[in-house]
């Protein structure tokens, strides 16, 4: 067992919870026989969650849905990411080669796998909750840098498994459940595949975890796929196997074995695969079909009784899980997702990286629940904005990684702009697609169409006005016109001075905005200071403020502390609300975001419905 530097926070809080002599603050000592101790206790439980065979297969929502049922069975309980690539965290990674980056309330740049997390468990993560490669090689040269491993050759066994480890413990027991109470069970989802070459010093880590470990610390759940092919029509278990076998070279076994697959597991595979992965009974092996929704796996697993079973290998207190409430808004949320005969509201998202939807991952759900919230089916258009800039009808743009189905031609982006019932410009960087999103906007603005701008959406709306309003034809931003002084430059750098590096120096995390009463944004979030997360370097130039209020653009929030300008509106227009955050990060499943929602609201006036309230954040 492991005795670990801990950080100087969560050293006080486990104090203060009477756990001292557990955790126990080791200042550059050297190992020692008492390093690893397998009497030693620790106050949090481990689900190890991994899988082999193929990438992609769906360990985070199977991560997510298990640890569901352990929160709603009313265990506290926590999620860690371990990711084997040498980033330091997500931030500076292109959508189309990892999808969305997920901002956290501390500023935390990281996988979308957190995301899901966060919409299931309604929990807020830190930005210690995503472990790469990169960061413990960091930890690692900083401190040899700094002389703490007194002279000893710093190699991958000890320092850089200790290291894992270290991280792996130390946030285990952060609180993210709002309560200030340790939790009960920490959820660790491995990325990649087991046999990964740079997945090789964590499985050792998580092996001398289990090893040193009291039994009933760490359990395994392993997850992979079952194909069948054509040609017999049979389950294949040999890839999954495969996996096993890889992960049992590693030193860990398989408490669980999760098998995902196109159909329900058949008896024949389930007893085949309890029988070579050394699982004393198929009970033990659990099938998730595919399924309507990602929000239905965790009764599908509940259905298989997996919770009594985890419990007994926990060593905790059997408990049931309460999912009346969720069922609930499952079957909701498909009944309005496949219903026939609810009428649909069209949202056209004038994006940068459509082709890969995972770039917009809390985007859509966000607008999916929001569009469940009113009862209406949500039939989402991609637009990639470079389509909306050519002159030609027919003349296609370069495919930046783009999938068949995206509109690649002007003539069709067009259409689906002007047949929508709602606009939609989320965030991005860079010039590519610019001009396209601001045509988008434009259209929007003159035809009264529900528009909602999000980030660099926000920041070309101000452009947009400034040159079809205000006639500052050149209106530009900073980020497109590398100008030090462009006189035009309506968006600006937030800070003054040279950027000297790229990851880690955005404006991130949660910050408060105050809102200007008698405004839309009021009558959205039902208050005048809301906390939302933001993402971006660059911000509204103040010195246009009073020139574009005077033509009817309305500043309804300012940030609470640095004055920056946050959220606009357009007078006279039925919904034009851009804001600077990212309000799509903070939507759960259960409780969508007040932007969401009155979007929505917005899009379903544009076709003729019901006239609503725009929902405060109290009503959700």
């Not at 949500?378 to 030609?392: F, I, P, Q, R, S």
């Amino acid at each position: 067992f492991f005795f670990f530097q801990a950080e100087d926070g969560i050293r006080d809080f486990c104090l203060s919870r009477g756990l001292g002599d557990v955790y126990k603050r080791q200042e550059h000592k050297e190992r020692s026989s008492d390093f690893r101790h397998p009497s030693a206790s620790w106050p949090v439980k481990f689900v190890i969650i991994c899988g082999g065979g193929a990438s992609g297969i769906g360990k985070g929502v199977t991560t997510s849905s298990i640890a569901l049922l352990c929160k709603e069975a009313g265990y506290r309980v926590t999620v860690i990411k371990v990711d084997p690539y040498l980033n330091v965290d997500a931030g500076t990674m292109n959508p189309y080669e990892h999808g969305e980056t997920f901002v956290l309330d501390d500023g935390g740049e990281a996988d979308l796998d957190l995301g899901n997390y966060e919409r299931f468990l309604d929990i807020n993560l830190t930005k210690e909750h995503n472990i790469t490669t990169g960061r413990v090689y960091l930890n690692v040269l900083t401190k040899e840098r700094d002389g703490k491993y007194n002279g000893k050759t710093v190699q991958v066994v000890p320092h850089i498994i200790d290291e894992i480890i270290n991280l792996i413990r130390n946030v285990s027991v952060i609180p993210v459940d709002g309560s200030g109470l340790c939790p009960d069970i920490c959820f660790l989802e491995l990325g990649g595949t087991v046999g990964d070459i740079e997945n090789g010093p964590f499985l050792e880590a998580l092996r001398q975890m289990d090893h040193f470990s009291p039994p009933g610390t760490c359990v395994v759940f392993f997850v992979s796929y079952v194909p069948v092919l054509g040609t017999v029509m049979e389950q294949k278990t040999k890839p999954l196997q495969h996996g096993v076998r890889e992960l049992l070279s590693s030193g860990l076994s398989p408490d669980f074995i999760v098998c995902r697959s196109k159909e329900p597991l058949s008896h024949v595979a389930r007893t085949k695969v309890s029988l070579f992965a050394n699982l004393k009974h198929d009970n033990y092996v659990f099938s998730i079909p595919d399924v309507s929704t990602t929000f239905r796996v965790p009764l599908t697993l509940q259905e298989q009784d997996l919770l009594p079973l985890l419990a007994k290998k926990l060593k905790v207190e059997p408990r049931r899980a309460e999912l009346q409430h969720w069922s609930e808004k499952v079957k909701r949320y498909e009944e309005v997702k496949f219903s026939k005969e609810l009428q649909s509201v069209t949202i056209a998202i004038v994006g940068k990286y459509i082709g890969l939807t995972d770039a917009y991952a809390s985007l859509v759900k966000a607008l999916e629940t929001a569009a469940v919230f009113h009862r209406v089916r949500l039939d989402l258009k991609w637009v990639e904005a470079e389509a909306l800039e050519k002159e030609n009808d027919e003349e296609t743009i370069l495919n930046h990684g783009a999938s068949a189905s995206v509109v690649l031609n002007r003539r069709e982006a067009w259409e689906i702009v002007h047949k929508a019932h709602g606009i939609l410009v989320p965030g991005g960087f860079g010039v590519r697609g610019i001009e396209g999103m601001i045509k988008a906007i434009h259209y929007a603005r003159e035809t009264k169409l529900p528009f909602f701008g999000i980030c660099l959406g926000m920041q070309l709306s101000v452009i947009e006005f400034c040159r079809n309003v205000l006639g500052i034809s050149d209106a530009t931003s900073q980020e497109f016109d590398h100008l030090d002084i462009h006189p035009h430059a309506v968006v600006l750098v937030d800070k003054t001075g040279m950027i000297t590096q790229i990851g880690g120096t955005l404006r991130l995390g949660s910050f408060t905005t105050v809102v200007k009463s008698g405004t839309l944004t009021e009558r959205i979030y039902g208050g005048t200071e809301i906390t939302e997360r933001h993402r971006h370097r660059y911000e509204i130039n103040p010195k246009f403020k009073q020139d574009l209020e005077e033509k009817g653009m309305v500043f309804a929030g300012h940030d609470k502390s640095a004055g920056l300008l946050e959220i606009i509106e357009v007078q006279d227009h039925p919904f034009f609300f851009a804001c600077q955050s990212h309000p799509e990060f903070k939507s759960r499943f259960a409780k969508p975001s007040p932007p969401f929602i009155g979007f929505i609201a917005a899009a379903m006036k544009a076709v003729s419905y019901t006239h609503l309230t725009l929902p405060t954040i109290y009503s959700v």
